[in-house]
């Protein structure tokens, strides 16, 4: 049987902060999050002589010059086995909006060109193949198992491009009933690429008092109540390490929260109900999580209400798988 077409579904992810911003134990970053089924990407992949994509208009040029590039690079590092392939991409995670549409791009096509011409699976190979999680490396282990994950950082000296991502140290399920409301504000983008790395390079240490509440929270309130399905204690946890770990990106980004409306539905979604909320990295992707559909169904009325025409929201489930992969094969 030989493989023809690889097809791809991967998922928006959620970073719901970092552990330590200044590195104090020789580990830098670390950090929470979890993946959720939309928004969500959707890519197929076939081998072909060049590398090559396509879309429809609202897979905007960026995303299809990326799609190439990120082939590209998986095919430099495998020198002579890997030749070219045709991608077309169905459904794209809106870019530059705090949901990891980056990472999922990359190691989607990393992914399919593994699976195409036989090569290692592993999601530490691919991104290390593509050049992901030189900072956080939630979007891979949410790529690779899906749930809720927690992961260890970055080790002072690693460099800016390891080629491994920092370590999962743990993989939670979420409980099934508990639901995600995802908006997506129309206003300025997140930060990332070059001016991410320089926003990184100029932010202050946090106060080392901070980074400790940070982590006793996460390993005292928020993980205990995630693995007993405690959703008021769970809601909020996180939201408090979203307040503290916020403040310490407001140099670059003008607040604990980007400002505009992303700002005030955070606000706002903790008056309609939700027992969490936060923004996802840099925004302006912002979340409320709740304990049900219905719960859920409420939420996202009231967001789209907020935003009308301006921005878009998700009422989603967690995912509590990776990727979802399946191929084509033929005689």
Do not use: K
């Not at 390993?219 to 408090?240: C, I, K, N, R, S």
């Amino acid at each position: 049987m030989t493989v023809t077409t690889i097809h791809i579904e991967a998922h928006a992810r959620l970073h719901f902060g970092m552990l330590d911003l200044g590195g104090s134990l020789g580990r830098r970053f670390g950090g929470i999050g979890a993946a959720v089924l939309a928004p969500s990407l959707h890519l197929s992949a076939s081998r072909a002589d060049v590398f090559s994509a396509e879309g429809p208009p609202a897979a905007v040029e960026r995303t299809l010059v990326f799609a190439r590039r990120y082939a590209e690079r998986y095919a430099e590092r495998h020198a002579a086995a890997v030749a070219g392939a045709h991608f077309q991409i169905d459904r794209m995670i809106p870019a530059h909006n705090g949901l990891g549409s980056g990472t999922q791009l990359a190691l989607s096509v990393a992914r399919a060109l593994a699976e195409l011409y036989g090569q290692d699976t592993d999601v530490r190979v691919l991104a290390g193949a593509v050049g992901r999680a030189r900072r956080s490396a939630i979007g891979t282990w949410t790529f690779a198992q899906g749930g809720f994950v927690l992961e260890g950082g970055r080790r002072s000296g690693a460099g800016d491009a390891p080629e491994r991502p920092a370590p999962l140290l743990a993989r939670l399920s979420i409980p099934a009933d508990w639901r995600c409301v995802v908006a997506v504000p129309h206003s300025d983008p997140g930060i990332s690429g070059e001016a991410e790395v320089a926003a990184f390079a100029q932010l202050p240490a946090p106060p080392l008092s901070e980074t400790e509440r940070v982590s006793h929270v996460v390993l005292m309130a928020l993980l205990p109540a995630l693995v007993e399905g405690d959703l008021t204690a769970f809601g909020a946890a996180l939201t408090e390490v979203q307040h503290i770990t916020g403040g310490w990106f407001a140099p670059a980004q003008g607040g604990a929260f980007a400002p505009g409306p992303g700002e005030r539905l955070i606000s706002d979604m903790l008056e309609w109900g939700a027992a969490g909320v936060g923004q996802s990295s840099w925004g302006p992707a912002v979340y409320g999580v709740v304990g049900d559909a219905a719960a859920s169904a409420r939420l996202a009325e009231r967001a789209r209400a907020a935003l009308g025409d301006q921005g878009l929201v998700y009422e989603s489930a967690f995912s509590h798988t990776g990727a979802r992969v399946w191929i084509e094969r033929e005689e």
